[in-house]
């Protein structure tokens, strides 16, 4: 069985700022855009593969009403590359595998340090569901041109409660990278980039609780603590 798709976003406005002191009148241009297609295999009965090619564009333009001559452009864009396989081992195991890669480039008025950077990645996760309980174990690598190696991972445990309900306890580790902005915007009276930032690393617990009320009623409640750091 074989499957093909696009998917394109596209997203436009401006938005005004007030200013307390009166010498300048903001405001900003932006258009966010993105496109991506997909292919997806059933090669054999337990195994299925999806390949994905993707480009994005966020594009910010800023002027000022009371001076012509003033604009800066911010123009950031991401082409990406993914590619997932799932293996249904038997009735209650399934593995997930792939990989991973974006590269973003940079163009502005301002000058930057840096314009472009890239990220591969790898991971696997393995799915259990049983009936007195299921469970969730999950890693990922990421290699990254400008912040080096990053290993997290993800794990949950869930067990039903009679015929409707459900209690899930998870963990998850984040790792996001600085943007260009973050690092290098230049000081323009109101905000400065600082070069010294490092990637923010975060440890998230949840519990969580599911009830299926009616056919199409659907309740979920949690309570949730995130640690970041960096």
């Given at each position: 069985?074989?499957?093909?798709?696009?998917?394109?976003?596209?997203?436009?406005?401006?938005?005004?700022?007030?200013?307390?002191?009166?010498?300048?009148?903001?405001?900003?241009?932006y258009a966010i855009?993105?496109?991506a297609v997909f292919t997806e295999l059933q090669a054999t009965e337990w195994w299925t593969s999806r390949l994905?090619?993707?480009?994005?564009?966020?594009?910010?333009s800023a002027y000022d009403k009371l001076n012509f001559n003033a604009q800066d452009d911010y123009n950031t864009y991401r082409d990406s590359a993914s590619w997932l396989n799932t293996f249904a081992l038997n009735e209650q195991h399934t593995l997930l595998t792939g990989a991973d890669y974006n590269e973003d480039k940079l163009r502005s008025t301002q000058p930057y340090n840096e314009n472009s950077r890239w990220n591969q990645a790898a991971f696997i996760q393995h799915n259990y569901k049983g009936d007195l309980f299921s469970t969730e174990l999950g890693w990922r690598h990421d290699k990254n041109q400008q912040f080096g190696n990053e290993n997290t991972w993800n794990a949950a445990v869930s067990a039903p409660v009679g015929q409707t309900n459900e209690f899930v306890l998870s963990y998850a580790e984040g790792f996001r990278t600085p943007t260009f902005n973050n690092l290098y915007w230049k000081f323009d009276g109101w905000y400065e980039g600082n070069p010294n930032l490092k990637p923010?690393?975060?440890?998230?617990?949840?519990?969580?609780?599911?009830?299926?009320?009616?056919?199409?009623?659907?309740?979920e409640s949690s309570v949730y603590q995130t640690k970041v750091r960096d």
């Open positions: 069985q074989f499957s093909a798709g696009v998917n394109v976003l596209d997203q436009r406005g401006k938005t005004e700022y007030d200013n307390p002191f009166g010498l300048q009148k903001p405001y900003q241009d855009s993105s496109v994905e090619f993707g480009h994005s564009e966020d594009k910010q923010e690393k975060s440890k998230s617990y949840e519990l969580q609780w599911r009830s299926q009320l009616a056919d199409s009623v659907r309740l």
